[in-house]
């Protein structure tokens, strides 16, 4: 996505204080505008408060920029706690001067008006923090608080205005926060004075999934993504899940790894699937796209390979139980720590969800192997699109790390064995269908390569069978009784 | 911190309100304040007040004692409960009230 830009050009780039936060930054191409205010704003519970602190805490813990938070609704020790849960030690970082948390407190009932005032306290409050930790990030949680608590909103709006030119010519990088109106994007209409950027939270509830999206409504003098990203609230913050976050320049391996069986990979040049390749079994119910799969991590553990095995429908005891009737024992190599399971129903939570669990478990463990046995029921829990995005985005992200994918899909009858899935064919590199196929009144498992991208493969319907001994593939081909077939 | 001891007549007269009117530096509405306030209080409270003047510009460090935003804030500590009348204290009825020297109407 980079382009060469003229020197002209780049002088006049906005620059951009970094949040830390995953995604965001490459969305926003870099972060928020440096020493301007940005509006986050979104209806309550939507992630707001938790958004900027993690952009004070970032700063702090990782660009070396100290930070204030100011806060007109939660005190200090609600705020603490609110955030230790995501791993924010907030103490911590206040004993370490690199974060002040000031907490105002308005009371309307208390406050009686008696003719002409300004909000100079505030601008000198905000300026003691400021100075006494030589904070570079600030946050304004939130703001609006002041439109409930004082009465005379002319001068309220007039103080914003001078409030924000004030945090300009101060040099920092301000957050503030709003909530958002009936039909407008902030009840009091902040968004007029803080014109540099604005970003929009929203939290929705369709057809029983909860999914946070956040989307940049404004970005003056940057280029910015403009659609909606579904972003995640996980035990370390903030996590912005970006589609096109992964330029298509992944390394391609020339490395080639056997499938576990040699008829295939005889199939396959004869010399197996490359490595760090995506690939797609697929077959009616019964087919035995799980034992393949198994076959294939099989054979990787034996290589000393460490496998990532995410089961959508089997709990782990029953895939060991069935495999093992196949004569594939997997327990040793998950007792040697090669193999690793991870089992959940997809309805269990949204698509986002899913990925960053996928992701989280890809960067702790960094497997050779990665299966997803079987990803059509992600159709369950989103639609076409929504699904073909999360397996572009796995997909891009495994090839990142030269991780061999291997995806298990079920087809019905309808559809077709070939017109399955059409959208993520065109995702992967291997393609491989496991068919039943009738004839003179028998029935026959079919196998063969739909394609194997970078290679010459068979394009051999070859029968196979699961017997005690594993998988075995036959060595004839049913060429003689092609004609006589009616393939299913 | 000026203090201004107004009204001490006596040293034996009981002090019941405290007063705290905080400012930032010497501008016209926190001049016309001080001035407001100390006809109100040389007018209702003969010797039973005292007035604290802090200068926010000078100690930035006390606006967050009191949660101090606007300036000029008035600030009656005692007697209790603390009430906070912020302006350029120039509407006397409002002023009273606020001090709860006047019922509300």
Request: charged share 25%.
């Amino acid at each position: 996505m980079t382009t060469a830009k003229p020197k002209k050009q780049q002088m006049r780039l906005l620059a951009k204080s970094p949040t830390g936060i995953p995604g965001m930054d490459e969305i926003t191409g870099g972060g928020l505008p440096k020493n301007r205010p940005t509006l986050v704003c979104g209806a309550a519970g939507c992630g707001k408060t938790l958004f900027a602190m993690e952009f004070l805490v970032n700063g702090a813990t990782q660009y070396n920029e100290p930070g204030v938070f100011v806060a007109f609704e939660e005190n200090a020790e609600e705020l603490t706690q609110n955030v230790a849960s995501l791993g924010f030690d907030l103490k911590d970082l206040i004993k370490k001067k690199k974060l002040i948390l000031d907490y105002i407190q308005i009371e309307r009932s208390e406050i009686e008006e008696t003719g002409e005032y300004d909000l100079e306290g505030l601008f000198i409050r905000l300026g003691h923090a400021i100075d006494t930790i030589g904070a570079k990030r600030v946050v304004l949680d939130t703001i609006e608080v002041l439109f409930a608590a004082l009465p005379n909103h002319t001068i309220i709006r007039a103080e914003l205005q001078r409030l924000f030119r004030w945090l300009k010519n101060k040099g920092v990088t301000a957050i503030v926060t709003a909530e958002r109106g009936d039909g407008t994007l902030t009840r009091f209409g902040l968004e007029e004075y803080v014109a540099d950027c604005v970003i929009l939270l929203d939290h929705r509830v369709t057809e029983q999934i909860s999914t946070r999206r956040l989307r940049i409504v404004k970005y003056r003098g940057s280029l910015h993504g403009t659609n909606e990203y579904p972003f995640l609230i996980t035990k370390d913050g903030i996590s912005v899940l970006p589609i096109t976050s992964l330029g298509l320049d992944h390394k391609a391996s020339r490395e080639r790894i056997s499938s576990g069986i040699k008829e295939l990979d005889d199939m396959l040049d004869g010399k197996g699937f490359y490595r760090g390749s995506s690939i797609l079994l697929s077959g009616m119910a019964g087919t035995g796209k799980t034992s393949l799969a198994a076959t294939f991590v099989d054979a990787a553990c034996q290589r000393g390979e460490h496998c990532l095995y995410f089961a959508f429908e089997e709990s782990t005891s029953q895939l060991l139980r069935n495999m093992r009737s196949i004569g594939i024992d997997l327990a040793p190599h998950v007792k040697k720590g090669l193999l690793q399971f991870h089992v959940a129903r997809p309805t269990l939570y949204g698509l986002e969800m899913h990925l960053v669990t996928i992701y989280d478990l890809i960067k702790e463990h960094n497997p050779d192997v990665v299966v997803l046995d079987p990803i059509t029921d992600f159709f369950a829990v989103g639609n076409k699109a929504e699904v073909k995005a999360t397996i572009t985005r796995i997909i891009d992200f495994l090839k990142m790390n030269q991780t061999t994918a291997l995806f298990t899909s079920y087809v019905s009858e309808e559809e077709g064995a070939d017109r399955s899935i059409v959208g993520i064919s065109s995702l992967i590199d291997a393609w491989i269908s496991l068919r039943n196929l009738e004839s003179n009144g028998e029935r026959h498992r079919g196998l063969f390569i739909l394609k194997s991208r970078g290679m010459a493969h068979s394009n051999q319907i070859r029968s196979y069978d699961l017997t005690d001994d594993g998988i075995k593939i036959g060595a004839v081909d049913l060429v003689g009784r092609r004609t006589e077939l009616k393939v299913s | 911190m000026e203090k201004i001891r107004q009204g001490a007549r006596s040293r034996h007269t009981k002090k019941t309100w405290e007063l705290r009117l905080y400012v930032a530096g010497q501008t016209p509405k926190s001049l016309a304040a001080f001035a407001n306030l100390k006809k109100i209080c040389e007018e209702h409270l003969a010797g039973q007040y005292d007035i604290e003047i802090i200068d926010l510009l000078k100690e930035p460090q006390l606006a967050s004692g009191d949660q101090i935003l606007a300036i000029p804030t008035l600030v009656r500590k005692l007697p209790q409960p603390i009430r906070k009348i912020i302006g350029d204290l120039s509407n006397t009825e409002r002023v009273l009230v606020g001090l709860n020297l006047r019922e509300q109407k």
